[in-house]
């Protein structure tokens, strides 16, 4: 079993930056992908970026790609999630998953989550 615990949630005014933290523990993490997810009120949740822990190849959502920067520790098995030049759409409960098998598009695939961490950014 693997627990996530994830830090960093906050206010931010739009522009800002953030860096959310997730710390993984109670198994080896070389077979998964990591990812943020993140859900607003009344919206689906969803993946923001994934990274795979062996090779440490990543993705994101369109929404996010040029500003947000998912990273890992292996030595510390956290990953983290930067965000940089954030804004009000951007305000959202973030969570952090793990997909034992590595697989990040389907959503059953995600067996680990974390709590949630509030971010939120005022215009």
């Known amino acids: 079993q693997v627990q996530l615990v994830e830090s960093g949630g906050g206010l931010v005014q739009a522009g800002g930056s953030l860096t959310l933290s997730c710390a993984a523990s109670?198994?080896?993490?070389?077979?998964?992908?990591m990812g943020w997810f993140r859900q607003a009120p009344g919206k689906e949740r969803d993946l923001v970026a994934a990274i795979r822990w062996t090779g440490g190849s990543t993705n994101y959502a369109d929404s996010v790609k040029g500003r947000f920067t998912i990273s890992r520790d292996n030595a510390k098995n956290t990953v983290y999630l930067q965000m940089n030049s954030l804004k009000p759409e951007d305000t959202a409960v973030y969570y952090c998953?793990?997909?034992?098998?590595?697989?990040?598009?389907?959503?059953?695939?995600?067996?680990?989550w974390g709590q949630g961490t509030q971010v939120t950014v005022s215009s």
């Open positions: 998953a793990a997909s034992p098998t590595g697989e990040i598009a389907i959503m059953y695939s995600w067996k680990y």
């Open positions: 109670g198994g080896t993490l070389s077979t998964y992908s």
